[in-house]
């Protein structure tokens, strides 16, 4: 079992740019996770997926939209990226709501 | 909204030496979980406690959940640098089943 994955693993924009992040599981977990960590500090939730085909808004989700594709695949959009979106994505996954969450390694965003 | 306080925010040990961090809630929590993140890693679950009271060990790590389940502890005794990192907790209330994280203990081992 991979666990969950993430692509890519680097990424430089240009301010104005988009891209989208990939995520997927093979835990076969219900729940899916964006979160994005900046230097030094904590995570803060940016979207969630409790189930296939819902999402929800966390902390931070201005700038950001997500599509949960089915039940292994969690994508997060930047619309049109800002310096202020300079930080580290991960996704995270887990079954059940009062489970701990499994994180994939991280994709380092640099937007100049 | 809710927020989970930990602290210290750094601890700086000598090898061997015992390393503990706290968090506590104003409310009272459905269960707590403890993360590890090594340095350009991403978070690892080590544990989840849920029962009032609770004491759970991992080799040289022991978790709590305090009796009211408003606080948690993580203690690691005699320290070794592959402890080095960041430990997170992240609470959850019965309200709600979103994470609150906690800022972060990173565990500094001197030279």
Known sequence: N???????????????????????????????????QDPGMGLRLIYYSASEGTTDKGEVPNG???SRLNKREFSLRLESAAPSQTSVYFCASRWEPRDGQYF????RLTVT | GQ????????QHVQEGEDFTTYCNSSTTLSNIQWYKQ????????LIQLVKSGE??????LTFQFGEAKKNSSLHITATQTTDVGTYFCAAQE??????????????IIKP
């Open chain 1, 2 to 36: 991979a666990g969950v994955t993430q692509t890519p693993k680097f990424q430089v924009l240009k301010t104005g740019q988009s891209m989208t992040l990939q995520c997927a599981q093979d835990m076969n977990h219900n729940s899916m996770y964006w979160y994005r």
């Open chain 1, 64 to 66: 950001y939209n997500v």
């Open chain 1, 104 to 107: 994939g390694p991280g994709t």
């Open chain 2, 3 to 10: 927020q989970v306080m930990q602290i210290p925010q750094y």
């Open chain 2, 38 to 45: 090594r340095p350009g890693g991403h978070p690892v679950f």
């Open chain 2, 55 to 60: 004491v759970k060990k991992q080799k040289r």
């Open chain 2, 94 to 107: 019965y309200s709600n089943y979103q994470l609150i994280w906690g800022a972060g203990t990173k565990l």
